[in-house]
């Protein structure tokens, strides 16, 4: 992947104010929530009867939500592999006595988003429902295999990779929230949507840091945008397997579950293109090179063409059993 040499100029300007983004979209920790909010107090004399008040709500809950709600909590629980990936971005340094502005920013994201893993995690193995053993051994490999994304150390990619992905998880917890209180399970509907709510201030920051490259490096930037666009975002867990599984075997399932239960799919994939397309105001950017304007035409009709390819794809029925799964 060549990159121009003006990516870590372009970084360290644009890090001079970065550190505005960090008050505007991430919290004090001491003002947050954490996991053992939602979880049963087990200092408590009637911890007991509230985990069999938890067991009881997740009855109810169909076999595709449980495999969705395990295969979101493996995907949030292999977050040092994301840490990893953007500490070694170009132009986020965390060398010398005190770090860039944007290596600020990848631990504060890491340690919100390190929340999540936990109290799903948590709340699964209070569930009854999920063999945490084989869930466990699904977490290992995900963070032993790692991921292929297709951004390398391009800031550019990986804030269009960010953008997109923490809109889909936005997506994902929101249904989950949905779904749950539709089954009669209010708290974990609770949990999903705080665990939403923080996905969506993520992804307001990420498409921020998008919208502040454009102002500066239109053309390279919008080359970037086409190249991530036309190699299709990957989610973070595509390569989760189960025991004796090859790699990314059991994401294909777990994606499919997610469509036949509604909670992302394709055509969610298509309306989070065309509202980046918006708020990145790609139609009206101007100042762009000759190819930059080229790469403009193939993103503006991408969604359309995208559209005509959903209408034609079936889902799979239901005919996969997680090991996961009790």
């Given at each position: ?150 951004t390398g150390q391009d ?18 917890h929101r249904r989950t ?150």
């Amino acid at each position: 992947m060549s990159l121009s040499p003006s990516r870590l100029e372009v970084m360290n300007f644009l890090g001079q104010s970065i550190e505005d983004v960090i008050s505007d979209y991430l919290r004090p920790v001491e003002e947050h929530w954490q996991p053992s909010d939602f979880l049963p107090d087990f200092s408590q004399e009637d911890y007991v009867k509230e985990v069999k008040l938890l067991q009881e709500s997740c009855n109810e809950l169909p076999y595709d939500y449980i495999a969705v709600l395990i295969g979101d909590t493996i995907t949030e629980e292999a977050l040092p592999t994301y840490e990893a990936w953007l500490m070694d971005v170009i132009g986020i340094d965390q060398q010398g006595e005190e770090p860039n502005a944007w290596a600020k920013w990848v631990r504060a994201w890491t340690a919100e988003e390190n929340r999540h893993g936990d109290l799903l995690n948590k709340y699964l193995f209070l569930s009854g429902r999920v063999n945490m053993r084989a869930m466990e051994v699904s977490t290992q490999y995900l963070l032993q295999d790692g991921f292929d994304i297709g951004t390398g150390q391009d800031p550019y990619r990986n804030f269009v990779y960010t953008s997109f992905q923490e809109l889909a998880t936005n997506v994902s917890h929101r249904r989950t929230a949905t779904i749950a209180k539709r089954h009669g399970n209010p708290h974990l509907s609770k949990i999903c949507g705080v665990i939403a709510s923080d996905e969506m201030r993520h992804a307001k920051a990420y498409k921020t840091f998008v919208t502040k490259i454009f102002e500066v490096d239109p053309s390279e930037m919008m080359l970037a945008l086409e190249d991530m666009m036309r190699k299709k975002i990957v989610m973070p867990a595509h390569f989760l397997r189960e025991t004796g599984m090859k790699i990314g075997e059991t994401f294909s399932h777990f994606s499919d579950a997610a469509q036949r239960l509604g909670v992302y799919t394709t055509i969610d994939y298509i309306d989070i293109l065309e509202s980046l397309l918006a708020d990145w105001k790609i139609e009206k950017i101007s100042g762009l090179s000759e190819q930059a304007e080229r790469a403009r035409d193939y993103l503006m009709g991408l969604p359309p063409r995208l559209r005509r390819v959903a209408e034609r794809t079936k889902v799979p029925e239901l005919n996969y059993q997680f090991s996961w799964i009790k």
